[in-house]
């Protein structure tokens, strides 16, 4: 299970694992349209890591990673 930070501060998203994430993870942003806005891969074993979503429109977002599902978070 992963939650996002509801609260972007600065241009950064913060997302947590709820267990040791340790194989390669990819993700994708999509936008209230579902068009996907930004993609990447999470490495290394992690229970935490952070995005800099700075470039990033104020709307309404989706992080999708892999077999999760989506988590919804908002660009102020």
Partial sequence: MISVTEIVKE????????????TLKTYQIKNSKEDVVMTGKITGNTQRSCLY???LAP?????ILNEFSPVSFKVD
Wanted: no cysteine; proline share 0%.
């Fill in 59 to 63: 709307g309404k977002y989706q992080f």
């Fill in 53 to 55: 979503i700075g470039q």
């Fill in 11 to 22: 241009g950064i998203l913060e997302i947590s694992f709820s267990e040791l994430v340790d």
